[in-house]
């Protein structure tokens, strides 16, 4: 009994699934009692060539964008490296706990060691604590890490969304392409397997042993290869899915922290507002004390004749 076909799996690339089904084709289309059935197989073909290039796009523009990464850590550095200048010459007491507030207590070398990584979450904090600097150059820093900070994260947004469109066309339409192949091939087996036992009519003489082992591509040590492959790439998505967390905590962290920046500000502006308000009456009630004795002072003596 011939044994069935492989399943072609989802992790396959499509150089394998080509090689797979054009072998099927190309036998089924060379045999005359088969060749009806080549169709189907060569439409399937097609459609591969319609998912592959879909595929390419979609990686080509993830490809695009991490190849940006480390030109938009340059741009980090360099406002980094600005920052340590000006903040390094500033020996004062002031200065000194702004240098160590923006680098949080850390070197400089250490802060740009990751490629926007750690770097870019710490400087993301920047403009925030550079903005009360009484230095015009200092603030102006601030300023330009706020854009360098601002391009970087936009971009690691458009890399994540890239790879998730990636990863949502892998599951999506190539799983289901894949699973149509598997059908097709699987309906297509069952019915050379009735010709191996019913031959139809127009075939003469007996059909030979091995016919539908003829058809089918059975050499599976391509497969073995992307098993490795398709483990290095869940392994990557796996480092890429805790780059992202990091990254979202990150975020998180910094809008917290921005809103209780604000709320602090706040509380402070009301704090001195209630300070002026208790000042002003404490002003207003020796006011009316002073008028008071005033007033004391003015009456007449009391007649102590009476």
Known sequence: MTAAPR?????????????????????????????????DIEMLLTELGHHRAARAKLARILFALQAREIFCDDDLNLVLDTAKAALGADKSDAGVALYKDVFENKSPVETRKYI???QLTTMTFWPGKMSGSPRPEIQDIGL???LVTDVATALLNDIGAADTALMQ????????????CN?????????????????????KGPIPPGFVDRFILRDTS???TNVKDQEDTVARTKAKLLGQEAHLKALKDK????????????????????????????????????????????????????
């Open 255 to 306: 809008q917290t922290k921005e809103l209780n920046d604000r709320l602090d500000r706040a509380l402070k502006v009301l704090e001195e507002k209630e300070n002026d308000l208790k000042r002003g009456a404490d002003d207003v009630a020796l006011e009316i004390a002073r008028i008071k004795a005033e007033i004391e002072k003015k009456k007449p003596p009391p007649d102590n004749d009476k």
């Open 183 to 203: 059908a097709t091939v699987k309906r297509i087996f069952g019915q050379l397997s009735e010709m191996e036992h019913a031959p139809p009519p127009n075939q």
């Open 169 to 180: 066309f892998d599951t999506g339409p190539r799983a289901a392409f894949i699973d149509t």
């Open 144 to 146: 330009q890490a706020r």
């Open 7 to 39: 399943t072609i799996a989802a992790s396959e690339s499509f150089d394998d699934v080509e090689a797979f089904l054009e072998h099927f084709c190309v036998h089924l289309s060379a045999c005359k009692i088969t060749q009806s059935l080549a169709p």
């Open 116 to 118: 926007l990584g750690q």
């Open 222 to 224: 391509r497969r073995i």
